[in-house]
Nanobody, 123 residues
Framework: QAQLVESGGDLVQSGGSLRLSCAASGFILDYYPMAWFRQVPGKEREGVSCRRASDGSTWYADSVKGRFTMSGDISKNAMYLQMNDLKPEDTAIYYC????????????????WGQGIQVTVSS
């Protein structure tokens, strides 16, 4: 059974850094387009970063461009979201997800989601 498990969430001060991890099991993560999303209660979920299926390049939301970096480790079957210069508006529950079809990152169709991890940035 395919599963994703996030870790690394925490409470940090504004300007700080965190690295989120997403460990995959039951499938090879590198074979799929993958993405990070975040959601604040009461608001729509938003795409944060996404690895394109077409060429493996990475898309970032404008709000995180230059501050967040998505990467992967094939040997660990995991991916990461390095978040630097964190701001209070980055506070959210972060999810990693596996895409199975679609044409435009991050508007793919996703079939496997992690449980979510809380990131809180204090001002």
């Amino acid at each position: 059974q395919a599963q994703l498990v996030e870790s690394g969430g925490d409470l940090v001060q504004s300007g700080g850094s965190l690295r989120l991890s997403c460990a995959a099991s039951g499938f090879i993560l590198d074979y799929y387009p993958m993405a990070w999303f975040r959601q604040v209660p009461g608001k729509e979920r938003e795409g944060v970063s996404c690895r394109r299926a077409s060429d493996g390049s990475t898309w970032y939301a404008d709000s995180v461009k230059g501050r967040f970096t998505m990467s992967g480790d094939i040997s660990k079957n995991a991916m990461y979201l390095q978040m630097n210069d964190l701001k209070p508006e980055d506070t959210a529950i972060y999810y990693c997800a596996r895409a199975y079809t679609g044409t435009v990152c991050p508007d793919y169709k996703y079939d496997v989601w992690g449980q979510g991890i809380q990131v809180t940035v204090s001002s």
